[in-house]
């Protein structure tokens, strides 16, 4: 039920993909005219018009939730094929490893990622102490927190598979918050709680910026 | 193009439909409590050869020691479930509880259905200065407590006199009373403040 809207997704983009695939277009052989007798002559068959290699390699930069800002390194071995790896930061530095799927090669191109990001623990137990609203007793009972998470995104990518493109893309994702416990005394109380878990099945989005060279 | 605009708005559209579908879970396997020392008064028995008795409530002021994101709430939303509790007595070197011979903890407050979690009574083996017992209703869920006013034990026991230190009228004991809790809402619960 969840991958629901996932698969919605492919299901509408595979006809565009087809169309992008068979509708190859022939290029017409123009009739020219000879000064002379004015009859239309063949012309000298055109050269072997020689395909530009697509650039495999790529620059990224994202933002997003829960991905924060993560610049990556990209691979493309085939053109509808994309692999990533990216330093992140955000409460915490990280990282975040992408497989991508744009399988048109067109200035608008649908997008299907898949996505796992891990963030080492850093600053995160502080801001979580803070946004959730817990009493300052209480913080040396949470300890470091690290997370880490798997998406699923679809959206699309507007630009030159062979330049920059710039990409809008949705979805969701599976987020696990790592948290260390601890001890202290409130209210005369000892309190020792153990390592727990925060567990989330949220939306995602990511916007990103990529320039292959 | 259409599609491809369709293909790109549908997880948008998911996700505002599904707030219900979205949540976020929390699972804290083991918090442990620790009281300050509480004393009990013993009373004697009033028939030679029976067991004489003891009694007391402790209040635990959960609600104001766990994070409120744990135990704050409905239990529709929130799991508290007791797991273990151990009492250690204060005493001289080598005071044991030799002569404890039955222990019984009660979750209770106000109007909320008291629940019998510790019915200890000792075996076979050497008693020392701690005993260690498990939940009977392990999967008992104690936020209805909360919600209506806290967690209370109610502590009550026999021992055997002629074991029990001479001319003594109190015994003293450090309790740790340890919970495991559980939180999961959805977001559209999370927006309802729920």
């Not at chain 1, 997003?64 to 915490?92: K, M, N």
């Not at chain 2, 005493?91 to 259905?113: C, H, N, R, Y």
């Not at chain 2, 919970?179 to 927006?191: D, G, H, L, P």
């Amino acid at each position: 039920m969840r991958l629901l809207p996932v698969l919605l997704a492919a299901l509408i983009a595979a006809p565009s993909l087809a169309v992008a695939q068979t509708a190859t277009p022939q290029a017409a052989t123009p009739q020219v005219a000879t000064p002379e007798t004015g009859a239309p002559q063949d012309p000298a068959p055109p050269a072997p018009r020689r395909e530009e290699p697509y650039p495999q390699f790529g620059l990224q930069l994202a933002i997003g939730a829960p991905d924060g800002a993560v610049l990556s390194f990209t691979y493309s071995p085939l053109y509808w094929l994309l692999l990533d790896a990216g330093f992140a930061y955000t409460l915490a530095p990280g990282f975040v490893l992408g497989l991508e799927f744009r399988p048109i090669d067109f200035f608008i191109s649908p997008i299907i990622r898949g996505e796992y990001g891990y963030y080492f623990a850093g600053n995160t137990a502080n801001q979580v102490k803070k946004w959730a609203g817990i009493p300052e007793a209480q913080w040396p009972l949470i300890g470091d927190a690290s997370y880490n998470w798997f998406s699923g995104l679809v959206g699309v990518a507007l630009g030159s598979r062979r330049g920059f493109t710039f990409a809008l893309e949705g979805g969701i994702g599976a987020l696990s918050l790592n948290v260390k416990g601890g001890t202290g005394t409130i209210n005369n109380v000892v309190v020792t709680t153990g390592d727990y878990k925060v567990t989330s099945f949220m939306p995602v989005a990511r916007l990103s910026f990529l320039y292959f060279f | 193009m259409k599609r491809l605009l369709l293909a790109a708005l549908l997880p948008v559209i998911a996700s505002i439909v599904g707030c219900n579908a979205f949540n976020i879970e929390a699972d804290q396997p083991m918090a442990c409590l620790t009281m300050p020392p509480q004393t009990f008064p013993v009373v004697a028995p009033s028939i030679p050869g029976a067991p004489g008795t003891f009694s007391g409530e402790i209040d635990l002021g959960i609600s104001a020691v766990l994070p409120d994101f744990l135990v704050g709430g409905s239990p529709e939303t929130h799991i508290l479930n007791f797991q273990s509790l151990s009492v250690t007595l204060d005493g001289p070197p080598g005071a044991s509880f030799v002569w404890l011979t039955g222990l019984e903890i009660v979750a209770q407050k106000g109007t909320t259905t008291p629940v019998l979690l510790v019915d200890y009574t000792p075996g076979s083996g050497t008693i020392g200065s701690t005993i260690t017992a498990n939940s009977l209703a392990p999967g008992q869920n104690l936020i209805a407590f909360l919600n209506n006013g806290g967690l209370a034990f109610s502590v009550s026991g026999t021992y055997d006199p002629r074991l029990f230190p001479s001319g003594a009228t109190t015994w003293t004991g450090t309790i740790t009373a340890c919970f495991s809790a559980k939180v999961k809402k959805t977001f559209q619960e999370m927006i309802d403040g729920k």
